[in-house]
């Protein structure tokens, strides 16, 4: 990625600028340089999808965090930064981000809508996995709910005796002209929803919404080291476009179940394992749990409660490729709830040893029993004399 622009360079904005200046400039930038303004202007065109990727990292506070810190070198591979190749992406991303807004009216529904359908919109699911399946990855059937194109009306939303009257707001257009400032800004018409006509007898199937709901069942493949929260998109698995154009997409939010031994931070897993006195004085080798198996782990003599021991390698995969993260060791003392016998005899004799005061040997209930009888039977014994 030689030779690219720094992001606050393109966005003309200092390094400290906030979300709300960098929202500003890009919107000033956008406008300016938005094809419909400069038809069959490249480098007009150029500008407007280098302020959309420039855009999109530093209004998102971790991306904007990466790049801060290793610059354009933190996008690389997989994952990376956006690249647009097709200003009709653009739209796509921005429309979603602005909403319904000016903004987002001006770029999805402005006049580029005669030229490009609507898309379907965007639907959802969900997935829980175990830490073991996200850390090796795993293909996954999810199930979810999807409406799609109505088979009694065809999608069309009207009942089949009738037919569709042309929208009388635009004409049949799907499109109105609407003026913001000095600009004209066409925009979808707010009467039919961009569709260009009116359903007078709704169809009975989908009460003229020309969809309806279906249940599907879809095999997803998951990434290796995917984290709670993520989600992964299934291009193309979203609802059908009302007007011919392209399918939304499913995201598929997936949920990673606690797990008993080991807890995530990151890339890293890390584990508390428990240890005796004895083995953190003198050293030993224990087996660790792994999520491959079991592992030697080396305890030097002399170690103190608290350290941690790093197995590299041994933690979770990055989703986009960036290595593997280590299984991290924390050891703690395990102290017995009650010794007795040889067991605690040795362990008064190192009391001794070490000169340290230790509470004195407690009876056992059963003596604390006897005593007190003894003890009672004197006392009458006493009173009868
Ligand atoms: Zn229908
Ligand atoms: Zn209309």
């Given amino acids: 990625m ?3 622009r720094d992001y606050y360079e393109v966005l003309e904005v200092a390094r400290s600028a906030d979300e709300r200046e960098i929202a500003a400039a890009y919107r000033k930038l956008a406008i300016k ?14 500008r407007f999808k280098a302020a959309a990727e420039a855009y999109e990292v530093l209004s998102d506070p971790e991306k904007r965090g990466r790049y801060d810190q290793f610059g354009h070198a ?22 979603d981000i602005f909403g319904g807004g000016i903004f987002g009216d001006m770029f999805s529904g402005g006049s580029r809508q005669g030229r490009r359908a609507r898309r379907g919109e965007n639907i959802k699911c969900q997935l829980t996995l175990n830490l073991e399946e996200a850390a090796a990855g795993v293909t996954k059937t999810v199930q979810f709910d999807r409406r799609q194109t109505c088979k009694h009306c065809n999608g069309s939303g009207a009942s089949p005796e009738s037919k569709p009257q042309p929208c009388v707001r635009c004409g049949g257009q799907g499109q109105v002209v609407q003026q913001a400032g000095i600009l004209h800004v066409q925009t979808v018409c707010p009467n039919c929803g961009g569709a260009g ?15 309806e709901t279906q249940q599907v069942r879809l095999e997803i493949a998951i990434p290796a080291g995917i984290e709670d929260g993520m989600r992964v998109r299934l291009t193309g698995e979203g609802e059908p476009s ?9 995201y598929c939010f997936v949920n990673v179940r606690e797990h008993s031994l080991f807890e995530r931070n990151g890339p890293d897993l890390i584990l508390r394992f428990p240890v005796t006195y004895t083995q953190v004085v003198l050293g030993a080798v224990v087996e660790v749990p792994t999520l491959a198996g079991r592992e030697e782990l080396k305890i030097p003599a002399g170690t103190q409660i608290g350290d941690v021991f790093r197995l590299r390698g041994r933690g979770m995969r990055d989703p986009r490729g960036r290595g593997i993260g280590d299984l991290i060791v924390q050891i703690f003392v395990d102290v017995p709830k009650k ?6 005899e040795v362990l008064r004799e190192l009391a001794d040893l070490e000169k340290v005061n ?8 059963l003596e604390k029993l006897r005593d007190y009888f003894v003890h009672n039977e004197e006392s009458t014994a006493q009173v009868e004399n």
């Fill in 2 to 4: 030689a030779g690219k």
């Fill in 33 to 46: 340089n938005h094809p419909d303004s400069n038809p069959d202007d490249e480098e007009a065109t150029e």
């Fill in 74 to 95: 933190a996008f690389e591979g997989a994952g990376g930064a956006p690249h647009y190749a097709d200003v009709s992406e653009i739209f796509e991303v921005f429309g």
């Fill in 197 to 211: 006509q009116r359903i007078t007898d709704p169809c009975a199937g989908c009460e003229g919404a020309g969809l």
């Fill in 242 to 250: 009302p007007s011919g154009g392209p399918p939304g997409d499913c």
């Fill in 339 to 344: 010794v007795s016998g040889r067991h605690e």
């Fill in 358 to 365: 230790v509470s004195l040997q407690q009876k056992s209930f």
